[in-house]
C-alpha cells in the first residue's frame, strides 16, 4: 500500500526505516526521488543506515560497562541482532535499550552468563539519571499511626525510583573492580536523587520486605516476612529506621485514605 497523506507518508517512512524493511521500487518512486548519484534504492539504504548508526552509538553511551568488558566489537554484533529483534517503538532513544536484558536473557551467550544480568543493571541506572524525582521525607506524626491503627490496615508509601534487582551475578562488582566474578545470587536496589543513580546490595530479606512493601502489603504481613526470615524486633527496627533515613519508605498510608504504593 502506497501512502498518500502526511501523516500516512511519515508513519511508512518511519516503518521502513526503522525495521530496516525492503522497500519497492514502485513505493520508493512514489515517495522519493531519484537523483544523478543516488537512487531511490540508495537513498532509502543510506537512510536506513544512518538511523541504525545513530542508535547504536546511543546504546554504546547507555552500556558503556558492558561495552567495554566486551568490546566494541562484539557489543556491536550483540546489538545488530537486538535492534533486529526489538526495532525502536519509542520517540526517545532513552527506552533504546529497555529491552536488551530480556534479549539476551532468551539468547544467552556462553562465554558471558551474565550479560543479561549486567545490561538490566546498567539499563536501571541510566533511568535513575533521568527521573526527576525528588523524594519526600516521612512525617513523624505519621509514626503515631502506628499506635493508633491496626497494622493491618496500615502500607508504606515507597520512594517510587526504588527499583529492586535480583541477579544471578554480582554485577554492581563490574562497576568497582572491572573484575568478572562466579555466580552468586545477589539483590540490588537502585534508586535516585539529584538526577544521579544510587544502588546498595541489599540481603534477601530487605529485598523480599521491599517487594512486598511495593506491591502494598499491609504492615501486619511485612512484620510477619521478617518473622519468617528471623529477624528480631531490634533488627527489623533498625532495618525500618535505616529505611527512613534514606527516604525509602516516605509515607505510612491507612488503606483506603489517600495515596497507596
Not at 2 to 29: A, G, H, R, Y
Not at 68 to 75: A, F, H, P, Q, S
Request: net charge negative; proline share 5%; charged share 25%.
Amino acid at each position: 500500500m502506497i501512502p498518500k497523506s502526511l501523516s500516512e507518508i511519515q508513519n511508512w517512512i518511519q516503518s521502513k526505516i526503522l525495521d530496516d524493511k525492503v522497500v519497492t521500487n514502485e513505493e520508493s518512486d512514489a515517495v522519493l526521488n531519484s537523483t544523478d548519484r543516488f537512487s531511490h534504492q540508495m537513498r532509502w539504504k543510506v537512510y536506513q543506515g544512518a538511523i541504525r548508526q545513530r542508535q547504536m552509538e546511543s546504546l554504546f553511551e547507555d552500556f558503556p560497562v558492558t561495552t567495554k568488558l566486551v568490546t566494541e566489537k562484539n557489543m556491536r554484533e550483540i546489538l545488530a541482532g537486538y535492534l533486529k529483534s526489538y526495532p525502536s517503538r519509542y520517540p526517545s532513544l532513552l527506552e533504546l535499550g529497555r529491552n536488551l536484558s530480556s534479549y539476551l536473557r532468551l539468547n544467552p551467550s556462553i562465554d558471558l552468563p551474565w550479560l543479561s544480568d549486567l545490561t538490566a543493571f546498567e539499563f536501571t541506572l541510566l533511568t535513575m539519571k533521568s527521573c526527576g524525582y525528588e523524594p519526600s521525607t516521612l512525617a513523624p506524626e505519621k509514626l503515631a499511626l502506628l499506635d493508633l491503627i491496626s497494622l493491618d490496615k496500615l502500607v508504606f508509601s515507597i520512594d517510587p525510583t526504588c527499583t529492586l534487582l535480583s541477579v544471578d551475578y554480582p554485577v554492581s562488582q563490574f562497576f568497582e573492580d572491572e573484575v568478572i566474578l562466579p555466580a552468586s545470587p545477589t539483590q540490588i536496589i537502585v534508586y535516585s536523587r539529584d538526577n544521579s543513580a544510587y544502588y546498595e546490595i541489599i540481603d534477601p530479606t530487605e529485598y523480599a520486605v521491599l517487594k512486598a512493601s511495593k506491591e502494598g502489603a499491609t504492615l501486619m504481613k511485612i512484620l510477619e516476612l521478617f518473622s519468617e526470615f528471623q529477624y528480631t524486633g531490634e533488627k527489623v527496627f533498625e532495618t525500618f529506621q535505616s529505611w527512613m533515613q534514606k527516604n525509602w519508605i516516605q509515607n505510612i498510608l491507612v488503606i483506603g485514605e489517600g495515596e497507596q504504593s
